[in-house]
């Protein structure tokens, strides 16, 4: 970077840093006892359609900023692998992660952005979505994801300067994100294998953006609380190496109770 960020300019870096919200589809049906049948090996899968869906955003909050900014935060996780996806060229794998920000969350903050003077961008989102599916190649569509990007954005600065600079308010949103992410990183596995590669996914984009939202504030909790600020920063370095990267590794680096353990950390230390 050439000049140093701002702590709002901070909290909007995580597109560049690169890394939503579904969650897998239970069945609950239980097998046959008197079954001979061998079971067939479980298939990683790229679908969307989880039995999480539309609960990553519905987390309550006492605060209205956070119960504002939360889904908004989830929505920028989102982005963040699709963006990684696209820069691939794996149009396909990123499409969920796109689509999910309108599908999902957008009716968690839509009764609520005429109170923060947000105009209504759904439409913007959709059309996006809609271009990744027809046209991913296209100049419309790059355009388009970057004015997906850029509503979000402003919809997160309507919140105000003091709000996003706010130690109890953006802890509470990390928070947040990262016991979605842990959520998401257990539904993804089987076997001791990544089988739902879009939760997989999902979960590195919350966990990328957590990290982005406590820069916003790690120097204000170094200042104040060194130990709780080491604490912090030493448990998302640890969560952060179960994502090497947007694709999945050979199975888990971290198991799911490791990462839960480390969320709880941090939740304790917000």
């Not at 840093?17 to 298939?43: F, H, L, M, R, Y």
């Not at 802890?171 to 016991?179: A, D, G």
């Not at 912090?232 to 370095?237: E, G, K, V």
Request: aromatic content about 6%; some cysteine.
């Amino acid at each position: 970077m050439a000049k140093p960020l701002k702590p709002v300019a901070l909290f909007l870096t995580a597109i560049a840093a690169s890394g939503v919200i579904a969650s897998c589809q239970n069945n609950n049906s239980s097998p046959n006892p008197d079954s001979q049948d061998t079971p067939e090996e479980v298939k990683p899968s790229n679908e969307g359609g989880e039995g999480n869906e539309g609960g990553e955003g519905n987390i309550q909050s006492d605060n209205p900023d956070v119960n504002f900014l939360t889904p908004l935060a989830l929505m920028k996780g989102h982005l963040i692998v699709a963006e990684e996806l696209i820069q691939q060229g794996n149009y396909e794998e990123a499409e969920p992660h796109i689509g999910h920000p309108v599908e999902e969350l957008y009716g968690d903050i839509e009764d609520k952005i005429a109170a923060y003077n947000v105009a209504d961008f759904k439409a913007e989102l959709n059309q996006t979505h809609d271009l990744v599916k027809t046209a991913p190649k296209s100049p419309e569509f790059k355009q388009s994801f970057q004015n997906s990007l850029a509503r979000v954005d402003q919809a997160i600065l309507a919140v105000g300067e003091d709000k996003l600079k706010s130690p109890e308010v953006v802890m509470e949103v990390v928070v947040n994100l990262l016991k979605t992410a842990a959520e998401e990183y257990e539904a993804a596995i089987a076997d001791n294998k990544f089988v739902e590669i879009v939760e997989y996914q999902d979960s590195r984009g919350f966990v990328l953006y957590a990290e982005q939202l406590y820069q916003n504030i790690a120097e204000q909790i170094r200042q104040t609380d060194p130990d709780r600020h080491e604490k912090i920063q030493s448990s998302l370095a640890k969560l952060k190496t179960a994502w090497p990267s947007v694709n999945p590794p050979e199975a888990p680096i971290l198991q799911p109770g490791e990462v839960k353990s480390l969320v709880a950390v941090i939740e304790l230390s917000k």
